[in-house]
């Protein structure tokens, strides 16, 4: 069954296309006159839109929500667990830096969270980021090593799992050790009820050569993202090193997307969106691909470049061509989130994928 995952918003939500006109979830505008906290009657915080958005999802029958790293933004384990909590059904995964903490303490606080979420939580590390970020968090690790790190995070983190416990031990017995370029772990492990627990599904992202080889040997999913020419050369690359590692990584890939009942009334929107930032500027289809692709959503303020436009059956009809070329986990995004998420389940995500999304009744 292919499966569509929802990216939470990081820095607040809204209709306009202006991130600082945004108005949900605490930024952009002005200093809020009161604080997150206020819990008087007809008060909210930002997290009240978030858990909106983290129902919404569930109830429209996603499988599951990003909660995305943002250096400027919401702090993403954060709102992981507060989306754990708040739902019952729906996965969802943490995008974080290695640089968060040792691997041994984003392991405990994962075991943490898939005790008491029953194995809901999968990871998303993000390894590539630019200087001025890795200079912000005081990060010296830069270039491959980037990726020589991301390896040695997984393997000690794995390593202390210990997701096989002795029956009525808890515990493997010797401890886990490892001595590598950037941890080190002397008699490391977890013991009690912390041990025997399903490990994250682990994702990552990338298409160098590094990133590419990283995901072959650690990742369950490499989530891709579309270029122009598509990504398919990458994501054969991807299968060639992961078949020489004796695995086999399934292949995900992010869109935004803004899907309407008619294709007029999606480019519609679009063009409003474009023209609140390029007034004068030239029109939308001069980011169109011509394919129901269009190239203009980072200046939308959105994470990817390049993602679909047209109506519910036009979008669908692209989905399930992604899906028969090797995708089947989708992680889609789409502002106002609220109203977006419910678009996608109620008129989309049926017609994209309906041999999984139709609600069958059960047979007593």
Known sequence: MTEYLWRLPSRGDGRRANPELRRR???????????????????????????????????????????????????????????????????????????FGTPVYAAKVSATLQRLSAGRLAWRLVVD???ADERARGDRVGGN?????????????EGVWNAEPVAGAGFRGTGFDYAGEFYDVID????????????????????????????????????????????????????????GHDRLVRAGLELPVIARETEA?????????WRELRPDGADTSARSLSDGRWAGFGELGYPQDIGLVGSYEQVAARLREYAAAGVDSFVLSGHPHIEEVHRAGEHLLHLADPAGRVLKEAIA
């Not at 990552?204 to 590419?212: D, I, M, V």
């Not at 009334?265 to 969106?273: G, L, S």
């Open 265 to 273: 009334e999606a480019w519609a929107r679009v063009e409003r969106q």
């Open 145 to 157: 090593e980037r990726y020589a790190r991301a390896a040695e995070f997984l393997t000690v983190a």
């Open 129 to 131: 980021t630019d200087p």
């Open 188 to 243: 490391g492990g977890f013991r009690g009820i912390l041990s025997g627990l399903p490990f994250p599904e682990v994702h990552l992202t990338g298409n160098s050569a590094a990133a590419l080889e990283l995901s072959a040997r650690h990742a369950d999913v490499h989530v891709f993202t579309e270029t122009p020419d598509g990504f398919t050369d990458d994501l054969a690359e991807l299968r060639r090193r992961a078949a």
């Open 25 to 99: 979830g605490g930024f952009g505008g002005p200093a809020p006159a009161t604080p997150a906290t206020d819990v008087r009657p007809g008060r909210f915080g930002p997290f009240d839109d978030l858990h909106q958005i983290i129902d919404a999802a569930e109830l429209n029958g996603l499988d599951g929500v990003l909660a995305p790293y943002d250096p400027l933004g919401e702090e993403s384990w954060v709102v992981a667990g507060g989306a754990l909590r708040a739902t019952r059904h729906a996965r969802v995964i943490v995008e974080f830096h290695p640089a």
